[in-house]
């Protein structure tokens, strides 16, 4: 049995009573405990020893702690309050006791594709308001998915993000289930980490099993850094969302409101989804031996009669240092003590004594937690240095690296450090959080639109964004479209990217024709049949010059697919429904006219879209 810091009955720092253990995670210990205060159930969650013994993690948990507990999110756990007592840091949370998303895959339960849509617009929603502060979670998994009394879907332990990763010897098996590419790549998470990570949820969550089960971590790793989500018949509408989610590039990845909006888009329920309540699912372990009471922890205050200079009673005992709440983040005190003290006998002058000792050490606290007592260091120019390389170089100083912020630079090369608050040359106490920013590699330029153009055309257009175009002969396929124009683009294994990185090289595929005959060409057309007729998903479309043609058969395809057609058929198409003014839309669902009306020359046909 584990051995605990805390024992039931317990009250930290006078405020809330311990009533139970939950349990142990990767990060933290945590605990039931009832707010003496506000009468209420909470949780609290201290780290755990072998990673407190550690002060960069600890300051890193203070300072999480006060950034979590300013966000506000219908499907964020609340942080309340933290504090510490005795050394340790503890944090107070929402108290939710139905379980999470991982207790539910456990015991095998599936979502429906609906529910999966729901919950993933839910969970994207909460990481699009976190991204917005500055917050990544970096640690994504159906076990930071709890369930609330309502079956509401709640992100948690956002203040212990990344904590234990700052220690880390190996990765276990849990780990790499929902690790994204840049991590494995050793790579500090991104925002788009948190989008990848929930794309893998979502597809276990609905088929039951990981999408990346090789039969070693290293081929799991290795199999994530090659490709985006494999396809799943199951996933249906979701599939094509997770893949686009999942792209092995961070850049080329949907964001996290983009990702919510487009699974919004496949559920016609607005409301959140509701997973039926599992009281009584996570595990409390009942046979934790009670800690027996400690007469002192630490530094003991001296008694009133030794500051007077008088001789001290050795029999006599004095309040320990656990009944002192922290002074970085106060906290109440409760009527009541499971620790009692022996009051010092009363004595004249005691209460100007004691009144003097208060005074002193509280002045000491808060010029300690102001830094006046720490010593101050010439802040070093991080510049140029990795944020593990900063991260070692400071630490002899006492400061801690802070990554507010990834943008691109054409300049500074991918990972390494921008700029820095504060700036090299300033002095600073020791415990100074530096701010940097992080260069996530060259300028990402938006690509235009070249399908049904020449190569030549395409690499022209490529070029007036800072972008290479090739057409290779081997990536030409069998297409509707006329020998030699584009079919599609491809960018590291990404279908028709909407950015990439300035100076990157786009693979132009081009089409060899509908029999694959034809041979590609990288010049213009010059001339222009009297009348063709082609067949277009399925549709026969007669184009004669400017005389009427078929409305094509695009019901079911994507935009590149819609895009095409109608440009071989040479009509327009205006998109309606979800999505459709953002251009964030998955497939067609219907024409107006249908598809195989005959219609004139450039006619702009109605396409329902979701």
């Known amino acids: ?240 969302v997770l893949a686009q989610a999942s792209v092995p590039d961070p850049l080329q990845r949907l964001d996290a409101a983009a990702m919510a909006s487009r699974l919004g888009a496949a559920t016609l329920d607005e409301s959140p989804v509701e997973l039926v309540a599992r009281r009584g699912a996570v595990p409390v372990l009942h046979q934790v031996p009670p800690m027996a009471p400690r007469a002192s922890i630490g530094f003991r205050a001296p008694s009133p009669r030794e500051l007077a200079g008088r001789e001290t009673d050795p029999n006599q005992d004095f309040e320990s240092a656990d009944a002192a709440p922290g002074a970085w983040m106060p906290s109440g005190r409760g009527p009541s003590d499971p620790y009692p003290v022996v009051p010092p006998p009363r004595r004249r002058r005691t209460a100007t004594v004691v009144a003097a000792v208060v005074i002193l050490v509280v002045a000491a606290g808060v010029a300690w937690w102001f830094g006046l007592f720490s010593s101050h260091q010439t802040v070093p120019r991080l510049e140029g240095l990795t944020v593990a390389q900063a991260t070692s170089q400071l630490t002899a100083d006492g400061f801690t690296v802070s990554v507010t912020r990834h943008v691109a630079s054409a300049s500074v090369a991918r990972g390494a450090i921008i700029s820095q608050s504060p700036a090299a040359g300033v002095s600073a106490g020791s415990g100074q959080v530096i701010s940097v920013t992080v260069s996530s590699g060259g300028a990402v330029v938006s690509l235009p639109g070249v399908t049904g153009e020449s190569c030549a055309a395409a690499q022209s257009a490529l070029r007036r964004v800072d972008v290479k175009g090739a057409c290779p002969a081997s990536a030409a396929v069998v297409s509707t479209l006329p020998a030699g124009q584009v079919v599609e683009t491809r960018y590291h294994g990404v279908t028709d990217p909407s950015s990439a990185p300035r100076g990157a090289t786009i693979t132009l595929v081009l089409s060899s024709g509908p029999s694959g005959a034809a041979t590609t060409t990288t010049s213009p057309a010059t001339t222009t049949p009297a009348a063709t007729s082609t067949t277009v998903a399925g549709t026969t479309a007669t184009i004669a010059g400017q005389g009427p043609r078929a409305v094509p058969d695009v019901i079911g395809l994507g935009p590149t697919a819609t895009i095409a057609a109608f440009r071989h058929a040479v009509l327009f198409f205006s998109p309606k429904g979800p999505g459709a003014s953002t251009g964030k839309w998955t497939k067609v669902v219907s024409t107006l006219p249908s598809p195989g009306t005959m219609v004139p020359y450039r006619s702009t046909i109605i396409v329902n879209v979701r």
């Open 1 to 240: 049995m584990a051995s605990f810091r805390y024992a039931p009955g317990h009250e930290v720092v006078g405020r809330y009573r311990i009533l139970d253990t939950i349990g142990v995670g990767g990060t933290s210990e945590v605990y039931l405990a009832q707010d003496l205060t506000l009468d209420r159930r909470v949780a609290l969650k201290t780290l755990r020893p072998d990673l407190a013994e550690h002060e960069d993690v600890r300051r890193a948990f203070r300072t999480q702690i006060i950034r979590a507990a300013t966000l506000s999110h219908p499907h964020i756990v609340r942080v309340f309050d933290g504090g510490q007592e005795s050394g340790t840091i503890f944090m107070v949370t929402e108290y939710l006791g139905d379980g999470s998303l991982e207790d539910r895959l456990a015991a095998g339960e599936l979502l429906s594709v609906e529910d999966a849509a729901r919950l993933g617009r839910d969970v994207a929603g909460a990481l699009d308001y976190m991204h917005g502060h500055q917050v990544t979670h970096g640690g994504l998994s159906p076990r930071k998915i709890l369930v609330d009394e309502l079956g509401r879907v709640r992100v948690s332990d956002v203040a212990l993000v990344g904590l234990r990763a700052m220690h880390r010897q190996r990765y276990t098996v849990h780990d790499l289930r929902y690790l994204s590419p840049e991590q494995v790549r050793g790579e500090p998470p991104l925002p788009a980490t948190d989008v990848y990570a929930l794309a893998l949820i979502l597809a276990e969550a609905v088929t039951g099993a990981p999408p990346f089960d090789a039969s070693t971590m290293e081929a799991s790793a290795q199999a994530r850094l090659a490709s985006p989500l494999p396809p799943h018949p199951e996933l249906g509408a979701l599939d094509m």
